[in-house]
């Protein structure tokens, strides 16, 4: 049975992206992705980096930002074990694609490996188009690129 506790969504913090860090495995799992969560983008791009809140501590998080070209960026997106299938993961790319609408963001982007099929799935289900890019992340490293267009409620 799925648990449903209402979470708010506000900028993280650096305190938060301690939080999540020290939690790390009830986002990720056995994948280590410690190294991908910089501070600095918090810092510099706090707007766009958005933490879930609940009573019991962070259910979810984005982080992520706004290029000069106007695509919003996700370069983290995750949701707590307890968390997963309720909605919360679209709930926070609602908000990320929002607030870097805001910031004049017109497209949104992400990328992830080509064996995440959770990420592939969730991210098609949001109507982001999906293709595999042979060396995107270096020599012999495909990466799935993902890309729509704002507003995220509109059909891509």
């Not at 810092?43 to 259910?59: K, N, Q, W």
């Not at 982001?128 to 012999?140: E, Q, W």
């Not at 993902?146 to 059909?155: I, S």
Request: proline share 4%; aromatic share 8%; hydrophobic share 40%.
């Amino acid at each position: 049975m799925i648990r449903v506790m209402r979470a708010q969504i506000t900028p993280a913090g650096t305190a938060d992206i301690h939080q999540v860090l020290a939690d790390h495995h009830r986002y990720w799992g056995k994948r280590d992705l410690r190294a991908l969560h910089l501070s600095a983008l918090v810092r510099e791009f706090g707007e766009t980096c958005l933490v879930a809140r609940a009573e019991d501590g962070i259910h979810g998080y984005v982080i992520g930002f706004v290029t000069p070209a106007g695509t919003g960026y996700v370069h983290l997106i995750a949701t707590r074990d307890d968390a997963r299938g309720t909605g919360l993961g679209r709930r926070l790319y609602a908000a990320f694609a929002d607030a870097a609408h805001r910031q004049g963001a017109q497209r949104l982007k992400a990328i992830t490996s080509p064996g995440n099929a959770g990420s592939i799935a969730f991210h098609r289900r949001l109507g982001f188009d999906a293709r595999t890019v042979d060396d995107y992340d270096g020599p012999g490293r495909a990466m799935v690129v993902f890309r729509r267009v704002l507003p995220l409620d509109a059909a891509p």
